[in-house]
């Protein structure tokens, strides 16, 4: 009987063409996925990139706080984990290829964060929105385990409620604002790419995945 990864297969091989240099126009019919992968800016930042998805927004999910702030939620106080939701055209791209894509841009094997970024907050999760999706974020993440050879822990979840982080966190990678940082004044495209390579993400998922990795930056 063939393996959870060997079934896979034919997700592999089709993900790994849907990257793209932007998005094309949204269709008209579309789903949504909702991930947390550590630091939003980097999930969304990975999946614009991705042909058939139409839009990513960041935000806050799996918490009890109603319409939390980045700062409440930064706290670790208020039980949400930063995440992406995922609008895509199910005709360009399935759940499944998607959520191949999700698992091999994160540490599915950290319990306590992502990369440099620590705490509750920053954990990994699928939420699920109905029950087929379920099915295939517990396949998901059955395939990545048995491609890493270790448990993975990253949960599937049955979706809350999804709020929007405030707007100058959307689309936070392209943006030219120019934002404080430990470098000095830097526009926000500027400071996002330094924070990515200073907190070793593209690093460690390159040590987990080798070649699988979809979204690594040279």
């Known amino acids: 009987m063939p393996s959870v990864l060997a079934r896979l297969a034919a997700v592999a091989l089709v993900a790994a063409s849907a990257l793209v240099s932007a998005p094309p126009a949204a269709a008209q019919a579309t789903e949504r996925a909702i991930v947390a992968g550590g630091c939003f800016w980097c999930v969304e930042s990975d999946f614009r990139r991705v042909n058939g998805v139409t839009d990513v927004r960041v935000g806050f999910t799996g918490g009890t706080e109603s319409n939390p702030t980045y700062r409440q939620v930064t706290s670790g106080r208020t039980g949400h984990l930063e995440a992406a939701e995922i609008t895509f055209d199910p005709a360009q791209i399935s759940y499944d290829q998607i959520l191949h ?27 699920a929105l109905d029950a087929a999706q379920a099915a295939s974020a517990q396949a998901a993440v059955d395939a990545a385990s ?29 943006r030219t604002d120019l934002v404080m940082t430990r470098f000095g004044p830097r526009q926000m495209r500027n400071a996002y790419k330094l924070y990515r390579d200073s907190c070793g993400r593209d690093a460690r998922v390159r040590q987990l995945w080798g070649d699988d990795a979809p979204f690594l930056r040279d």
């Open 146 to 174: 048995e491609e890493l050879g270790q448990p993975v822990v990253t949960p599937v979840r049955e979706a809350m409620p999804f709020h929007e982080a405030e707007e100058h966190h959307q689309n936070y990678a392209n």
């Open 101 to 127: 894509l999700f698992m091999r841009s994160i540490d599915p094997l950290d319990a306590g964060g992502q990369f440099c970024d620590r705490g509750q907050h920053y954990t990994t999760a699928i939420f």
